[in-house]
């Protein structure tokens, strides 16, 4: 089985200040991690992930996220926060090899840009 | 949310009514999922399939069901024996089936009973 924490229900910052949002995984082979970010009434977009290679993944609008297999975390950073990057952020994941029977995403994190 | 079109936005539904959404998509993707969102319950897995006239039973399948005559359509009926319904809906496709790309999504219905 394969599951995702996000411990933060919502997470605030001022503009310009670096932000976090985190993410642990559990599974039982090797994951593949991916971060979502969606507006209200929209669909999710797809803003990085990690299949393999190198620990610090660089996505879109300036994200990043660095995977880390010793605790199990894929924590989504970003240097300067901008109030336009308030939305819901999901982290998601699924086993490497396994079937096509879909990602399993976190519940989401609220996140807040104060001006 | 380019190339998945959900139809309709929004939908109403009555007590007892069997309702139909939409999800068409001309990216060529081979696998197609419909997930329900919740406010601070994040995605649930509704059903998938990976190819035309297959389909598979995810997390949260009773009160649902689909089909898959063509690969470019994934209708998604909500029928009345799903409870509670009102949700919003979202339909997304992967174009290899190991999910090395992860999803595209559609823009999503939001289902509500009245």
């Known amino acids: 089985a394969q599951s995702v924490a996000q411990p933060e229900d919502q997470v605030n910052v001022a503009e310009g200040n670096p932000l976090t949002v985190k993410c642990t995984y559990s599974?039982?082979?090797?994951?593949?991690l991916f971060w979502y970010v969606q507006y209200p009434n929209r669909g999710l977009q797809f803003l990085l992930k990690?299949?393999?290679?190198?620990?610090l993944v660089k996505g879109s609008y300036g994200f990043e996220a660095e995977f880390n297999k010793s605790q199990t975390s894929f924590h989504l950073k970003k240097p300067s926060a901008l109030v336009s990057d308030s939305a819901l952020y999901f982290c998601?994941?699924?086993?490497?090899?396994?079937?096509?029977?879909?990602?399993?995403f976190g519940k989401g994190t609220h996140l807040i840009i104060q001006p | 949310d380019g190339g998945i079109t959900q139809s309709p936005k929004y939908l109403f539904r009555k007590e007892g009514q069997n309702v139909t959404l939409s999800c068409e998509q001309n990216?060529?993707?081979?696998?197609m999922y419909w997930y329900r969102q919740d406010p601070g319950q994040g995605l649930r897995l509704i059903y998938y399939?990976?190819?035309?006239?297959?389909?598979q039973k995810g997390d949260i399948a009773e009160g649902y069901s689909v089909s898959r005559e063509k690969k470019e359509s994934f209708p998604l009926t909500v029928t009345s024996a799903q409870k509670n319904p009102t949700a919003f809906y979202l339909c997304?496709?992967?174009?290899?089936?190991?999910?090395?790309?992860?999803?595209?999504f559609g823009s999503g219905t939001r289902l509500t009973v009245v």
């Open positions: 990216l060529n993707h081979d696998a």
């Open positions: 997304a496709t992967a174009s290899d089936t190991r999910l090395n790309y992860g999803y595209t």
């Open positions: 599974v039982s082979g090797n994951p593949y």
């Open positions: 998601a994941v699924r086993i490497s090899g396994g079937g096509a029977d879909g990602l399993t």
């Open positions: 990690y299949i393999t290679g190198d620990n």
């Open positions: 399939s990976q190819i035309v006239n297959d389909f």
